[in-house]
């Protein structure tokens, strides 16, 4: 299965208008064409303020080209397009990726995919030395996200770029509990004498840390919208 994260930079007063857009027209619109939209937020920080994100699935990329092309073809879309636009366009920048699933993240079953999950959403584009996947997966399945668990956040997804700006990257995603959780794992993260020393250790072996720049958004869920654990992909 694939994944498509759009993020969106609203134009100024209008983010109110992009939620009711999606919880009045899409819900319908959706579910007609066979639009699985797994999850959506607002951002609280990041790039692109104000931005807005949302996370679809499908079964591969055939799939994803028919559920479009299906609603693009609807004149429903383009009514509500024009009605909720109100002669301005809401949306001033989109960045779309395709991702699919990492082998560090297992699929979830039954009551645990489709547990709901709260609290404050980190979404993290990890930037890998060019050259290093295979290095930088081991550091990533048996150092990193076990150190981020500890620190007090749950693994959401973890995915590999298929397309999109800055293919050489892994796409994370964290759930925690709150801003002061968020706030202090980070704070342990950085602090860490061990990963520090990992890092350092990784410089001297290949000339670069494994990690390079990340962009980060903290996410809250839009509201009206819910998140399942398993974002559907299900064991």
């Known amino acids: ?5 759009r ?6 007063g209008r983010m ?3 939620h009711d857009r999606f919880n009045r027209h ?3 619109l959706f579910e007609k064409h066979g639009v699985d939209c797994v999850a959506r937020w607002q951002a609280v920080a990041g790039p692109d303020a104000p931005r807005f994100a949302y996370l679809m699935a499908y079964r ?3 799939h994803r080209e028919a559920v479009w092309a299906s609603f693009y073809a609807d004149a429903e879309w383009w009514r509500v397009r024009a009605e909720t636009n109100a002669g301005h366009e809401m949306v001033e920048r989109h960045d779309l ?12 079953a039954g009551a645990e995919a489709a547990e709901p999950v709260g609290g404050l959403h980190e979404l993290v584009q990890q930037q890998i030395a060019p050259g290093q996947n295979a290095n930088a997966n081991v550091f990533l399945h048996e150092t990193w996200l076990p150190r981020v668990r500890e620190a007090g956040a749950r693994v959401l997804a973890v995915w590999d770029m298929a397309a999109g700006a800055g293919m050489q990257k892994i796409v994370l995603l964290y759930a925690w509990p709150d801003a002061a ?7 342990r993260l950085d602090r860490d004498a ?8 990784q410089r001297a072996r290949h000339g670069t840390a494994l990690f390079q720049r990340a962009e980060v958004n903290l996410l809250e869920p839009a509201p009206g919208a819910t998140l399942r654990a398993g974002l559907g992909r299900i064991a």
């Open 60 to 62: 591969d990329y055939a």
């Open 194 to 201: 061990a990963l520090q020393a990992e890092f350092a250790a």
């Open 16 to 18: 109110a208008d992009v």
């Open 97 to 108: 990726f395709f991702l699919k699933p990492n082998a560090a993240w297992p699929a979830l």
């Open 26 to 28: 899409f819900p319908a």
């Open 7 to 12: 993020l969106y930079a609203v134009a100024p």
């Open 1 to 5: 299965m694939i994944h498509e994260l």
């Open 181 to 187: 959780a968020w706030h202090a794992g980070r704070q």
